[in-house]
């Protein structure tokens, strides 16, 4: 499995559709997403994207996807200013509208999904992410997977045909993490962090190496073995991009195995406490006690004789 699969899994992601919807020139939605990561592509129009932390609104247009990697109450809009619109909650269950007869020349159309965590998403990966990730139309490759598979994604939506509601969510979570991606690649070029560390492959290979056992006192022999490198090279090279070295991060991960209950109990942030606040590397071990717990519970018990 490989790094980021895993992760994901680890934080225990689930998505909910929130369907194509439609906006009038007077119209608002309300997005009640305190506790998800969230994206919401724009099919049709231009809309503008409100919330607490930005500044000021983010304008979207065809083609533009807004990542949401911080659960938080929002309103889309095709208006800059709120003020006089009807604003109304976006709702899972909604009936899903025929846009081919309602969609007026100056509405608006936006899919969007929400991706909840059952378990907290306490991994540094998450942590470093912006609050607000806009892939722009006019600078992803018109023959790429991502815009690809949005025209296809939009398609499905649009028509809903037999075994519609199948694609539609496999493709939106191919969208999801093709956006995740793009994140890791993007944020790995600020400096020493998780995701810089991944865009190496001898260095993702060995983080990979402890993700998946993080129990085995790994050595750097056996880290750079297996990665192919010298052990100066993984050393130097693990350090500069990740910023600790191969030992420090496999002491971590089994000091987060053997003391997890006790750790996780004197290190949960209080309710309403930012984890963003939290030393980098309390940040990873806490990270590592989640893989470690999720991991634990997919092997099966011994049998017994």
Same mark, same amino acid.
């Given at each position: 499995?490989?790094?980021?699969?895993?992760?994901?899994? /680890?934080?225990?992601?689930?998505?909910?559709?929130?369907?194509?919807?439609?906006?009038?020139?007077?119209?608002?939605?309300?997005? @009640?997403?305190?506790?998800?990561?969230?994206? $919401?592509? #724009?099919?049709?129009?231009? #809309? *503008? %994207?409100?919330?607490?932390?930005? @500044?000021?609104?983010? !304008?979207?247009?065809?083609?533009?996807?807004?990542?949401? !990697?911080?659960?938080?109450?929002?309103?889309?809009?095709?208006?800059?200013? +709120?003020?006089?619109?009807?604003?109304?909650?976006?709702?899972? =269950?909604?009936?899903?509208?025929?846009?081919?007869?309602?969609?007026?020349?100056?509405?608006?159309?936006?899919?969007?999904?929400?991706?909840?965590?059952? &378990?907290?998403?306490? $991994?540094?990966? *998450?942590?470093?992410? @912006? /609050?607000?990730?806009? /892939?722009?139309?006019?600078?992803?490759?018109? +023959?790429?997977? +991502?815009?690809?598979? %949005?025209?296809?994604?939009?398609?499905?939506?649009?028509?809903?045909?037999?075994?519609?509601?199948?694609?539609?969510?496999?493709?939106?979570?191919?969208? *999801?993490? %093709?956006? %995740?991606?793009?994140?890791?690649?993007?944020?790995?070029?600020?400096?020493?962090?998780?995701? $810089?560390?991944?865009?190496? @492959?001898?260095?993702?290979?060995?983080?990979?190496?402890?993700?998946?056992?993080?129990? $085995?006192?790994?050595?750097?022999?056996?880290?750079?073995?297996?990665?192919?490198?010298?052990?100066?090279?993984?050393?130097?090279?693990?350090?500069?991009?990740?910023?600790?070295?191969?030992?420090?991060? =496999?002491?971590?991960?089994?000091?987060?195995?053997? &003391?997890?209950?006790?750790?996780?109990?004197?290190?949960?942030?209080?309710?309403?406490?930012?984890?963003?606040?939290?030393?980098?590397?309390?940040?990873?071990?806490?990270?590592?006690?989640?893989?470690?717990?999720?991991? !634990?519970?997919? #092997?099966?018990?011994?049998?017994?004789?």
């Amino acid at each position: 499995m490989d790094v980021l699969t895993d992760l994901l899994r /680890a934080a225990g992601v689930r998505r909910r559709l929130l369907n194509l919807r439609r906006l009038t020139p007077r119209s608002a939605l309300a997005f @009640p997403c305190e506790k998800s990561m969230g994206l $919401h592509v #724009v099919t049709r129009g231009a #809309v *503008f %994207l409100h919330a607490s932390a930005l @500044p000021q609104p983010l !304008a979207l247009r065809t083609g533009d996807i807004a990542v949401m !990697a911080r659960g938080c109450h929002h309103v889309v809009s095709t208006q800059a200013e +709120l003020g006089g619109l009807e604003i109304e909650p976006c709702l899972i =269950s909604a009936r899903h509208e025929s846009l081919s007869e309602l969609v007026a020349a100056d509405d608006s159309t936006v899919i969007g999904g929400a991706y909840q965590f059952w &378990n907290d998403p306490i $991994h540094p990966f *998450f942590q470093q992410m @912006p /609050a607000w990730f806009v /892939a722009r139309a006019d600078s992803t490759p018109r +023959l790429g997977a +991502l815009s690809m598979t %949005l025209s296809i994604l939009d398609e499905e939506v649009r028509k809903r045909e037999l075994g519609s509601e199948t694609i539609v969510h496999a493709l939106l979570d191919v969208v *999801f993490t %093709l956006l %995740l991606r793009e994140m890791v690649e993007r944020e790995g070029q600020s400096g020493a962090s998780w995701s $810089h560390g991944v865009r190496d @492959p001898q260095v993702r290979s060995a983080v990979a190496l402890m993700h998946d056992d993080c129990a $085995h006192p790994w050595t750097l022999e056996e880290l750079a073995e297996r990665a192919g490198l010298s052990r100066t090279s993984l050393a130097v090279r693990f350090r500069e991009v990740m910023g600790d070295t191969p030992a420090e991060l =496999s002491a971590l991960g089994a000091h987060a195995t053997r &003391n997890e209950p006790a750790q996780r109990d004197r290190q949960a942030p209080r309710p309403g406490r930012d984890r963003g606040r939290l030393p980098r590397r309390v940040q990873l071990l806490q990270g590592l006690q989640t893989l470690c717990r999720r991991c !634990a519970a997919r #092997v099966p018990p011994p049998r017994r004789s």
